[in-house]
């Protein structure tokens, strides 16, 4: 399965803090991308999964991206060669955040999941351990009720992709210690990214604001105002963003723009209803990128009309 544990490597002196050893749950697209840039931050990394086949998927993944980066100068070879010796592959949970300074939890967005994750982390790992929960929208305060130490756990929400995005949204609930919130902090702008701290509320700052534009662009689809070209164009070139919000919701996932949707419109109010537009396409199986489809067609990186 390519690099294995190696447990007696291991330290629990916290003592440098730039050079830690971090264990990521999770090896999906969220996942091996946040491994990817803590490696290559300088920092032993366990990427954990309890399927070998996502673990040996997730670190092709990190090597052609690291090969493209190499390619484009954004990185040299021997920084890659030398984040890849770093990078360790482990199925269980309990051998992988047995030692380390930092469990960064990226599985799917369910609680409960996310709860025994981090639960089972906390009880092998040690006391002063940083516990992350990479949710872009679910309560990090009702995450944090099943722990022991609760002070431990802020949100880390990183955006896909992982080794291009530079916002980290660091959320802390009522309970966080302030030492963890800089922490976070401190870890986030050691890979390069640029922090935010944010109260935990519904949809944080970013999916909150991002899943209004959205919705509102699939309701003007369904409305027949303009194609899902159209629309993306309109945000791209007069307000200057990167993608518009058709062709990132493809990215992101249909399904998972529904799930948030559903949860910010139980918690905050209609607005974040989803139209239903968004529903028949999920339901037809059309969830974006990953698919081949969504509110467009998709050859690899290359789009068109649906």
Not at 177 to 193: F, P, Q, V, Y
Not at 197 to 208: H, I, L, N
Request: hydrophobic share 45%.
């Amino acid at each position: 399965m390519g690099a294995t544990l190696n447990i007696e490597e291991r330290t629990d002196d916290r003592s440098n803090r730039e050079h830690r050893t971090i264990c990521v749950v999770g090896a999906g697209t969220m996942g091996h991308g946040i491994a990817a840039v803590c490696a290559l931050a300088g920092h032993r990394v366990v990427l954990c999964d309890r399927d070998s086949d996502v673990l040996d998927a997730a670190f092709k993944k990190i090597v052609a991206n690291y090969a493209k980066g190499a390619k484009l100068g954004k990185v040299t070879e021997a920084a890659t060669t030398a984040a890849l010796a770093r990078l360790d592959r482990v199925e269980d949970l309990e051998v992988a955040a047995r030692g380390v300074d930092c469990v960064v939890e990226a599985v799917p967005e369910s609680i409960e999941l996310k709860q025994m994750i981090l639960s089972t982390a906390e009880n092998v790992a040690a006391t002063n351990v940083l516990l992350a929960t990479n949710t872009s929208s679910l309560s990090v305060s009702a995450i944090s009720s099943v722990l022991k130490h609760p002070s431990r756990l802020i949100g880390m929400h990183f955006f896909n992709p992982v080794h291009i995005m530079k916002l980290v949204e660091i959320v802390h609930h009522l309970g966080s210690h302030s030492s963890t919130i800089d922490e976070g902090r401190e870890l986030a702008i050691g890979m390069g990214k640029t922090p935010i701290v944010v109260r935990d509320s519904p949809g944080f700052a970013s999916s909150r604001l991002g899943l209004v534009i959205g919705l509102e662009a699939m309701r003007m689809l369904e409305e027949e105002v303009a194609s899902a070209a159209d629309i993306d164009t309109a945000m791209r070139l007069g307000y200057g963003h990167p993608m518009g919000p058709l062709e990132l919701t493809d990215l992101v996932g249909l399904d998972v723009r529904l799930a948030i949707a559903d949860y910010l419109a139980t918690e905050i109010g209609p607005a974040f209803t989803a139209p239903q537009i968004l529903r028949d396409r999920v339901a037809s199986g059309h969830l974006g990128r990953k698919t081949g489809a969504g509110f467009f067609r998709w050859n690899g990186k290359e789009k068109t009309a649906f």
